[in-house]
């Protein structure tokens, strides 16, 4: 980092940009969430959505269709440039996920909390998500969404985590959070708790560099 | 929620709900997107106690969805495109007794009823009398069991009915009935699936179904008439559809007879007919294969037009059979539930992988539920139902379990070319063959004679190192040991009889004075007793050392007759001995 880098980080007027991956099973919930944020990230600009325009968001969630490899979808919060990669969730795309772990900074994984069947599916996908070479000694942060809390036998987010075993996970910062991606419940909070992690270990990293 | 040590770890326990209370088989038991959501549901026609509770369940994910009542028991059950309204829904057809039901939206739709069949003409006459009032319940009996007996077309379930009732309850009956006509109806015992026109997953499709009365019908999906009908040797028990109705089908149907029938578009009689060694249990289609599980404990392949490509014999007897479709990865296989609580996976006639399961499988199905492509669903004799989803990481490595022809066979051998003299020697013996087969046999007869006499000339002469005859059996065999000069020679004597001794032998030996030296050329052998080997030994000396060799014949004399019971011819070796000095 040259001298006006970190002057211009200090000064908030370059923020730091961070990879994000957005995992989890096709059907989960995945892109909603992510364009969930985008029009959330325009409101800190725009002031908050006015009732009119409120059910434009809803239709844009409800005509989304299957994504086909991936997305790649930029936005900013208050010190970070977000990239998430949005990875398509289809069983036929998932090998491709392991591509991009090198890069990520930190994870996003969508579950579907209605979804009890596929339960397995996603702690499947998980287990070798955490065992991958890529993440396995890194100390990223995974952000944990149980999504599609509006569903009526969806589980909770407790029940969700057991069925997942979290609490198995003990070398990485996680967190997860109820969330209804259709109107927006929860994403926010959720990305606050990345941002602060991301920021802690950017800190951490710096001490270290120092 | 761990996947078990035992399949290798291929399949994720999504559920298993050992009270579900599903008492059900493969044949009625479907996959389907019942809501046209993109999410496959699971629908079962329940069998109930068998006598009260068939009902119509629909799965979703882990959840039981719909219930609703059947009103007989289900004996087969199929979802099917019945027209081309969008959105693209399936409708589910149910099977049981003469009828067909049709749901559309899990609502009650259609009922299609089998056509009736030919009624006696004299039982009809007898039930007129009845209505007539000119004659009893016992005489209608007796005439009725008369019928029975003689008559090509069998009587209606009415007359069968009564005629099982004791005499008391038969004025009864025959006052509640006497006034409807007589009907003969059969019954459904399996029912399939055939595309009508493409070959698309959601086209429309017919109805495929065999009867009790050993017939196959194909019905018309959105006016259900029958299309077509033919007949079979014996009643179908399950079939395999494939192919269109428009273009080419092939119908493969296992029938009670213990026999596969294969029937085609052209003709309404089978075209091929593979004939079991024992009666089949299930019939699923590979590809162009047929497999088929045996009550012998035996899985089967074959054709598409009945040759039997392979065998296998299982550890267990076979409950249920289910095919394993994967399109997205190009896999196919045989799943078989086995009595010994055992999902075994069989591709071709190698076993793949097996599912051990807590209690026996009764029913098997593979297909997409839910949203996922790889799920397996099977329900238990107790009720219980159990899904279990393909990792997605899974591989089949399709090793020969079986020691099978060795790959060296199936190397290329380097064949020269035919030469000239192959071909004029190919043609020669074309053309004389008669000739060269009689000269062939005349010296093998020759051959033959020439044998005998010698073997005759050699007992008479008794040159054999055996005797056959009834008073002393005897055998031996004689081994040389050392280099030269001297050797060892060691006549080994057994008596074969079973249980007589013989006595009064000697051995004597006949050799050329001037080539040899033998320190006792006669020994008087003692009693020998049954069975055992006796060992004489006697020492040679070569006295010649010109390093030539000679043979020494033995004799086995019985005292005071001339003629030896034994004679062995032994080769001397060459004296080394002195040819090294």
Known sequence: MGLLDKLSGWLGLRKKEV?????????????????????????????????????????????????????????????????????????????????????SHAIIFVIDSGDKLRMVVAKEELDTLLNHQDIRSRKIPVLFFANKMDLRDAMSSVKVSQMLCLENIRDKPWHICASNAIKGEGLQQGL?????????????????NE | MSDSGSDGGKWLDAHYDPVAGLYTFSSCMDLADLSGDGESRLVVGDLGSGSSGMKLKVYRGTALMSESILLDLPAGLVAFFMDLHEPRIPAVAVASGPCIYVYKNLRPY??????????????????????????????????????????????????????????SDMDEFVQLHKQQPIRRQTVITCIGTLKKSTADEDGVSCLVIGTESSDVYILDPEAFIILSKMSLPAAPTSMDVTGQFDVEFRITVSCRNGNIYILRRESDKPKYCIELSSHPVGLVRVGKNVVVGCTDESLQGFTQKGKKLWRTVLSAPIITMAAMNLPTRGFQAVLVGLANCEVQLYRDKNLLSTIKTPDVVTSICFGRYGREDGTLIM?????????????????????????????????????????KLYVDQTLRERENGLAMHRAFQMDLSHLRLAAAKAYVKALESSLTPMSSSLTEPLKMNAVVQGLGPSFKLTLNVQNTAACRPVMNLAISFLYDESLYRMRSPYMRIPLLVPGLIYPFETFVECTSDKGISDIIKVFILHEGKSSPLLTAHINMPVSEGMTLN
């Open chain 1, 19 to 103: 990879n994000v991956l957005c995992l989890g099973l096709d059907n989960s919930g995945k892109t909603t969430i992510i364009n969930q944020l985008k029009p959330a990230n325009h409101s800190n600009h725009l002031g908050p959505l006015s009732e009119e325009w409120k059910h434009v968001s809803q239709t844009q969630a409800q005509e989304i269709v299957p994504t086909i490899g991936f997305n790649i979808e930029k936005f900013k919060s208050s010190s970070l440039s977000f990239t998430v990669f949005d990875m398509s969730g289809q069983s036929r795309y998932r090998n491709l996920w392991e591509h991009y772990y090198k890069e």
């Open chain 1, 192 to 208: 606050d708790w990345l941002q602060e992690q991301i920021a802690q270990s950017t800190e951490n990293n710096e001490h270290m």
């Open chain 2, 110 to 167: 259609f009922k299609f009823t089998l056509p009736g069949l030919e009624v006696n003409m004299l039982e009809q006459d007898v039930w007129q009398q009845v209505r007539e009032g000119q004659i009893d319940p016992l005489t209608l009996k007796e005439m009725l069991e008369s019928i029975r007996k003689q008559a090509d077309v069998p009587l209606s379930v009415r007359s069968l009915r009564f005629l099982s009732l004791d005499g």
């Open chain 2, 379 to 419: 329900t238990t004799k107790g009720g219980g139902l159990m899904v279990k989803i393909l990792k997605r990481t899974a591989e089949f490595d399709d090793r020969d379990s079986t020691p099978g022809p060795p790959l060296a066979q199936s190397v290329r051998l380097n064949v020269p070319k035919k030469t």
